[in-house]
């Protein structure tokens, strides 16, 4: 069945560091990808997507490009800051389906 | 902007006692889903409804039921808590299936069964 697999956290960086959280997927077919975030207290909120190959989602200095070849969608930040701090989640939905499909998350803290 | 609300924020209750969690969106959403998130275990599906008067089940939805009487609610029952029930509940409704229809969230429930 179709899943998710983020890396492992919690991840803790400083201020400017820059970040990779990884992702890959399985999926029947040609799957949407997503990038939530879930900022302490709240729910989850779209942070990102990309619905084909090689397409690439970006949003407040954060991207993933969405790559078939190896099934992965790894999110990026070239510079994080304190407010980033978050809980991240990777997750796909199949475009003839009713449901998504999250990993497990990836807590980032970012210390000044 | 209300988006999707969902009541109580909070709530403990003792083993074998019941409750109802009620989500509401106010956009107009043909699709709405409860997930429960547990540490290490990321969000799972409970049950899901794709229009009104509609349900089906998720990935965990022995000990919950759910009813979508009118399009804006859905509404998901513990007839029965029990201590592994103890989570967070998130609700979500999206316009329709598929990639141009991200999910959108409330800020969840935090449910204590003791």
């Known amino acids: 069945g179709d899943s998710v697999t983020q890396m492992e956290g919690p991840v803790t960086l400083s201020e400017e560091a820059f970040l990779t959280i990884n992702c890959t997927y399985t999926?029947?077919?040609?799957?949407?990808l997503f990038w939530y975030v879930q900022y302490p207290g709240e729910g989850l909120q779209l942070l990102l997507k990309?619905?084909?190959?090689?397409d690439k989602g970006s949003n407040k200095g954060f991207e993933a490009t969405y790559r078939k070849e190896t099934t992965s969608f790894h999110l990026e930040k070239g510079s994080v800051q304190v407010s980033d701090s978050a809980v991240y989640f990777c997750?796909?939905?199949?475009?003839?389906?009713?449901?998504?499909?999250f990993g497990t998350g990836t807590s980032l803290t970012v210390i000044p | 902007n209300a988006g999707v609300t969902q009541t109580p924020k909070f709530r403990v209750l003792k083993t074998g006692q019941s409750m109802t969690l009620l989500c509401a969106q106010d956009?107009?959403?043909?699709?709405m889903y409860w997930y429960r998130q547990d540490p290490g275990m990321g969000l799972r599906l409970i049950h899901y409804?794709?229009?009104?008067?509609?349900?089906a089940k998720g990935e965990v939805p022995d000990g919950y039921n759910v009813s979508r009487l009118k399009k804006q609610n859905f509404l998901l029952g513990l007839e029965s808590a029990a201590p592994s029930q103890t989570s967070v509940y998130f609700c979500?409704?999206?316009?329709?299936?598929?990639?141009?229809?991200?999910?959108?969230f409330g800020n969840g429930t935090r449910l204590t069964v003791t």
């Open positions: 997750a796909l939905t199949a475009n003839t389906g009713n449901q998504f499909y």
């Open positions: 999926a029947t077919g040609y799957p949407s």
């Open positions: 956009m107009n959403h043909e699709y």
């Open positions: 990309a619905t084909k190959a090689d």
């Open positions: 409804s794709v229009g009104e008067g509609t349900t």
């Open positions: 979500a409704s999206s316009y329709s299936t598929g990639y141009n229809s991200p999910l959108h």
